[in-house]
């Protein structure tokens, strides 16, 4: 199972990109994930990325490609794979897909998730991840008294919870506004190789998950 999941910042890409893993047992590729760990990391690749990423602009194309290929050249991804904010402009897409038909693997389904612009910067706003773990949780859903009861599975001790840099309000809107210029165009571009489903991402989470599976099954 090859996919992609499309949608702006806040539409639950990477939440509904966990619920898959569980699900096929193939891995999630999150581009603003191996980005993070670069710049946590302090790697060159990290260093390259870093002021984009404070400004909600896009990294380099050639970076994050760079990153996809080694990334899909990995054992684990046989069996497919969940991209999660990759491609984000049709010039990543066209090179995506050059790269899978080398290997004669290509997309099978693009999921568009929608979801209201307001809705997105609700959600933006109580998204906090554990500095531990790297699980992450939504204030609003999850509110602090009930996630004080829950155990981080890396210390034993309650999550310790940070806001990503990236989350304030200038920035969303910045990232907010990339997205419309640079990535909403993939969804003629995947519409036109007869690949695009869109579901309702608004709403319980799992309620989304079973729409995304129908999606899946076509
Ligand atoms: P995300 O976690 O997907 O919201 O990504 C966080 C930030 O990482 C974005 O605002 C970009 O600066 C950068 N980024 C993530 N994925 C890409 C990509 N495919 N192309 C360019 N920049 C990216």
Sequence with gaps: MRIVLLGAPGSGKGTQSQRLIERFHIPQISTGDLLR?????????????KEAMAA??????????????????EPDTRDG????GFPRNIAQARALDE?????????????QMNVDYSELSRRIAGRRTCTDCGKVVNLLTSPPETLEHERCPKTGQSHRLYQRPDDNEATVAERLRVYEAQTRPLIDYYRDQGL????????DVAVVSARLEQALKG
Aim: no cysteine; proline share 4%.
């Design 81 to 84: 794979f969940i991209l999660d």
């Design 37 to 49: 760990a670069a710049v946590a990391h302090g790697t060159p690749l990290g260093l390259q990325a």
């Design 196 to 203: 695009l489903r869109s579901i309702d991402a608004e709403g």
């Design 99 to 111: 790269m899978l038909a080398q290997v004669d693997q290509p997309l099978e389904t693009v999921v």
């Design 56 to 73: 909600g602009r896009l990294v380099a194309d050639e970076i994050v490609l760079g990153m996809i290929r080694e990334r899909l050249g």
